[in-house]
Structure formats: C-alpha cells, structure tokens
C-alpha cells in the first residue's frame, strides 16, 4: 500500500507501508492491503504505521483519511511525530 501523511504546511510522510492505523472518530482503525474504498474522519490521538524497515507513531490533531485502490491519504490538521 502507498501511504501520504499531508498537513496544510507540508507533506509530512510518503512511501509504502503495510499496515496502519487511525484514531477514527467512531475509535481506532486498522488499514491493510486491499481494504475497501473508504473515506472517515479522524480525531486527535495516535497514528501508526509499518514501513520496510520500522513502526512509526505520530500523533495527530484531526483531520480526514481516505483509502482508495491501496492508496491510503491522510489530511491532518497537524501532526507531530513521538
């Protein structure tokens, strides 16, 4: 999967990932390959992902994740990386 972590400032995050997971408005989340086209809205709280050489934690500040054909992209009000 292809992952993009974008603030209004800049492009935080692009690469391949394969697996991640969101603090959903509704509670947490997990993306793998092939999920189903979707599009929900994020709170503040702690975002994760594996990339090929390590996990990755950030924390962000809300915002929205779309996931379509493997691609998943993240809008977020801001993100800060622990």
């Keep these: 999967m292809y992952l993009e972590l974008v603030t209004p400032d800049n492009k935080v995050y692009e690469g391949k ?3 991640a997971t969101f ?3 509704d509670g947490s989340f997990q ?3 092939n999920h189903a086209s979707m599009i929900s809205s994020l709170s503040k709280g702690t975002l994760s992902f594996q990339d090929e050489d390590q996990l990755h ?3 962000i500040d809300g915002g929205v994740v779309e ?3 493997n691609t ?3 809008l977020a009000e801001s993100i800060l990386e622990d």
């Design 17 to 19: 990932v394969s697996v």
């Design 31 to 33: 993306i793998l390959n």
């Design 72 to 74: 998943i992209i993240v």
């Design 23 to 25: 603090p959903g408005t």
């Design 67 to 69: 996931v379509l054909n």
């Design 57 to 59: 934690e950030m924390t």
